[in-house]
């Protein structure tokens, strides 16, 4: 039993992880570019990639605190989900209200973040 609590009470303190800051990545430029309409995250998407290892560990709130609510979800099995962020302006912007670019997210320049079960990212990539 004792183990037990000592292994929620570290769960829950990695998950309250606080946000670090990411070197080259303007958060409130990031944010306020949705769907990446104003081809600003350009530049930024290759640095959020290659500063993986300070994403993995964090909780979905924590993203959203740093990159924003994401511009679309995918939820997988096991209460798995991805967050997807656009970083070259595209389809999405010249058709805002339809929704069928979404189902084409294999040729978009986005970039991945997925959460496992446990609500912690555990991978991030850039296509």
């Given at each position: 039993?004792?183990?037990?609590i ?10 309250c ?36 290892e ?47 670019h ?26």
């Amino acid at each position: 039993m004792k183990k037990l609590i000592l292994i929620v009470f570290i769960s829950s303190f990695w998950a309250c992880k606080d946000v670090e800051k990411l070197e080259n990545v303007d958060s409130k430029i990031w944010k306020n570019d949705k769907m990446a309409c104003k081809n600003e995250r350009k530049n930024m998407a290759q640095f959020i990639v290659n500063q993986k290892e300070k994403l993995k560990g964090l909780g979905q709130n924590a993203i959203m605190k740093l990159l924003g609510k994401p511009d679309y979800q995918e939820l997988q099995a096991r209460n798995q989900r991805t967050y997807i962020y656009f970083y070259e302006k595209g389809e999405p912007c010249e058709k805002p209200n339809n929704v069928t670019h979404y189902a084409n997210l294999s040729t978009s320049k986005i970039v991945k973040i997925r959460f496992n079960a446990t609500d912690m990212v555990n991978e991030v990539i850039m296509q």
